[in-house]
């Protein structure tokens, strides 16, 4: 009778631990002095606080598998400082590293965390407290495990998705800073020069949320398919839209269900938006310093709030996650291109006054040829793929394209799918092979742009074979 009342109690094939979800949130807002610079955009120091920065972490565990989804505000952070992350974390906790998933939302107005970058002590203390940071937000999530339950929604949001790469009219100015005259495409055109979009975009927006067994909301992370929106005032931190999303989602949700345990954490995550810009420049109508930010934040908050109560959730739950490594060749510079740099920096050395940063100056890319040509030859960069359900999400170090983004959910074995880019690393823009053909900022070879042409091709590839993988689990 005893076995009996088991069988019924728990039937055969069924798991006996129950699924599991915590969250936390850390601040990783940086020191005044703090330099923002990039490797093609400066910025300059940190001059004032506008809103403060965070890693927000959910951590999801099915008693057979627990892992670890990070979003941090940042422009961009280096495989090797997300490696040191991942090593303490499991150092502190014993989730393994290859558990774990690290991504950058790309706001321009927070520090672009690459060892070697910057000569300034301030930002080599952020890269050790940025580790410490992440470390914090994973243990404390663990420590807020509970019995939850997990549901997702997909819905479109078209107005802030626009492909800044435009085919040009023969004889528009390009601005290439070689000195070239073969692109076809220019970054953020304006004007009658202008055809149409060089590629699509991806208007629709993916949202995870998690809850306590009783309903109460433990966590939500979006994503969505476009770059920072900006609209900065020069030296202020802010999260970007994705920081004032995550905010408001978290006070609505609070307010509508209140709680005792720990704070709900909200999140979004960038999509695959290398190629594209929250607003048409044709338009005509930009809006000025941080309201842009405000639409778009308040838009798509408001958005998902309406959603959220026709969720369908899910208490038993099972999780998967696989990740590889790849070596892709980095694009050298020839001789003649180191030659033409060395004459343009020198130029520069003696004359260091004249202007420096901006997406088309030659002085700008001489510097980054002679950093290329300094460069390993190749680059190991890490890939994911994550399970819940039949919900799945892949892990690119990349800005990808939309067209990439939208190639994998085609040709995805499962029917929920999204990306997050730039996660485990830094490694530039990832235009296809044909967007390398059409030229244009995002493939000029620079430390932003330094993947061999083919390199969209085998992530892409690699990333739908995880998925296969996983599907056959």
Known sequence: YFILWLGLLFPLGKAWAEFRAGAAISNITPHVGTALDGTISINGPVLNIHDELHARCLVLDDGKTRLAIIVCDSTMIDRSVLDRAKT?????????????????????????????????????????????????????SIANLAPAQVGWTRFEKPEFVHNRRWFMKE????????GNTGDQVKMNARGDGIIKPAGPVDPEIFVLSVQHVDGRPLALLGNYGTHYVGGYQRGHVSADYFGLFSRLVERSLEERFESDGPPVVAMMSNGTSGDVRSSDL???????????????????????????????????????????ELSLGVRKPSAKKIAWAEKVW???????????????????????????????????????????????????????????????????????TFTIELANGSDGYLPTIEQHGYGGYETWPARSSLLEVTAERKIRSSLLGMLEKLKDE
């Open 88 to 140: 303490l974390v499991e150092e502190k906790s014993g989730l393994p590293t290859n558990r774990i998933l690290i991504s950058a939302t790309h706001t321009h107005a927070a520090p672009r965390v690459n060892p070697g970058l910057h000569n300034n002590p301030l930002n080599d203390e952020y890269e050790t407290f940025l580790v410490r940071r992440i470390a914090d937000a994973v243990q404390l």
């Open 171 to 178: 004889g528009s100015q390009m601005g290439n800073p070689f």
């Open 346 to 416: 020198d130029g520069y050395l003696q004359n260091p006054n004249q202007k420096f940063g901006g997406s088309s100056n030659p002085i700008v890319y001489a510097r980054e040829t002679l950093a290329l040509a300094k460069h390993p030859d190749h680059r190991n960069i890490i890939l994911q793929a994550i399970r819940i359900g039949e919900l799945s999400i892949v892990a690119s170090p990349c800005e990808t394209f939309a067209e990439t983004g939208l190639a994998i959910k085609r040709r995805s074995p499962f029917k929920n």
């Open 282 to 324: 044709r338009d005509g109508n930009q809006q000025a310093q941080w309201e842009r930010i405000k639409l778009v934040g308040e838009s798509i908050a408001e958005d998902v709030i309406r959603q959220y109560p026709d969720i369908q959730y899910e208490p038993d739950i099972s999780l998967a996650m696989i990740q590889t």
